[in-house]
C-alpha cells in the first residue's frame, strides 16, 4: 500500500501545480492516477480548494468508481477517467484543465492543427474540440475516449481539456504541451497566415 500512498502525493502535487500555474482555478480540474495495486486507482475530489489537496485527500476507488479508501467525494468526471483509463491500457494518468488558451479554442469549437513539431509525437496530428456534452455524463465521456484512440490530447467544447500520459510526469508534460500549442496557435492567427508543419518541410525543400 506504499505504492499507493506514493501515487496520492504525486496525484494531489500535480493537481496543486496546476493550480500555481492557472490551469484550474479553486474547484476546477481533476486528475486520477492507475495505482500498482489491480483495479484500483486515485483521483481527486470535489468541492476541495485545489491549492489545499493533500495526499489524504485523494480517494482511492475501484474500476467501478466505488470508493475504497478516503471520505470525501470523488470528482464527477471519474467516469470518463475510468474509461479512458479501460480503453488504453497504455495510460497512467489523466488529467482535465481548463488552461486559458486551450479553453478559448475550445470555446469556439476549432482544431489545434499541427503548428508544432513536438506536438504530433507527444499529442498527435492535432487536437480537435468534440461536441459540447453535460460535465460528468457517460456522452462526454464517451466523446472524450472516441477522440484519445489515436492521440493524446483533446479539447472539451466550452469546458478545457484533457490529457493523458504514462504517468503522473508525462501527463502534466502534456497538458504544459497542449497550452503551448494552444498560445502559439491563436497569436499565429493574430499575426497572420499558418504554416503547418508538413507546409513548413515542403518549403524548405524547395529551398
Known sequence: MDSIRRTQEHVARSIRELYAIGYVLDQEGNVSSRTAEADLYVVTPSQVPRYMIKAKDILVINGK????????NPSVETGMHLLIYSKRTDVGCVMHFHSIHATAIASLHETIPPILEELMPFLG???PTIPYAMAGSEELASRVVNSLTNRNGVL???HGAVVCGKD???AFHKARLLEKAATVYLLARCLGCLL???DAADEEDSV
Open 156 to 158: 472539451l467544447a466550452n
Open 125 to 127: 496530428e492535432n487536437i
Open 65 to 72: 468508481g466505488d470508493v475504497v479508501r478516503g471520505d470525501r
Open 196 to 198: 503547418y508543419t508538413s
Open 168 to 170: 503522473v510526469r508525462d
